[in-house]
């Protein structure tokens, strides 16, 4: 058999063992997400796992980079990664995605023992994050800048488009008019 055929009867499989699983999530044909663990369980994680034109003889592409994953530490993503990697190796040349997923549900405590909520040092990077752009301008603030009135500025809009820049072609006229009076003197 083909490797597109062996994929298709692997998406045919999947798709009746998990129907009516939420935590199973099919992104496309070749590309399907699982949660392990319930929601709103610290240790859940979520496994991306998405097929190459070649699997099952080539191995598929896992990713835990989803923002579900995002308490997770890197390490201990790595880690669990490093596992499921191991399960491909054993696995190489049959239908595994079902497998792959199972093995993670069969092993979640194992796979999370280390695992760390990092929220908190996430929040915190994230505000630091926000406060530094904010507090740069401020200081720019300080060069005074030109004030424009209401009028000035409904102008000014009108004549540029959403992101304040001039649309193409704003100054043809002017272009037009100062051709017309030089080509007019030529013609004397």
């Not at 079902?98 to 990077?125: G, W």
Request: one cysteine or more.
């Amino acid at each position: 058999m083909s490797a597109n055929e062996d994929q298709e009867m692997e998406l045919e499989a999947l798709r009746s063992i998990y129907e009516g699983d939420e935590s199973f999530r099919e992104l496309s044909p070749v590309s399907f997400q699982y949660r392990i663990g319930e929601n709103g369980d610290p240790k859940a994680f979520l496994i991306e796992i998405s097929w190459t034109e070649t699997y099952p003889q080539t191995p598929p592409i896992i990713s835990m980079n989803a923002f579900f994953n995002n308490t997770i530490s890197s390490a201990v993503k790595q880690s669990i990664l490093a596992k499921l990697q191991e399960a491909v190796e054993v696995n190489l040349g049959t239908a595994m995605t079902y497998t792959l997923f199972e093995y993670a549900k069969d092993n979640k405590e194992q796979l999370m023992e280390n695992h760390r909520p990092v929220c908190s040092a996430t929040s915190i990077s994230n505000i630091i994050s926000v406060e530094t752009p904010n507090t740069a301008p401020s200081s720019k603030k300080k060069d005074k800048k030109e004030q424009l009135s209401k009028a000035q500025k409904r102008k000014l809009a009108d004549k540029t488009d959403h992101k304040g820049e001039l649309p193409r072609g704003w100054n043809w006229v002017d272009v037009v008019k100062h051709l017309s009076k030089t080509g007019s003197k030529d013609d004397e």
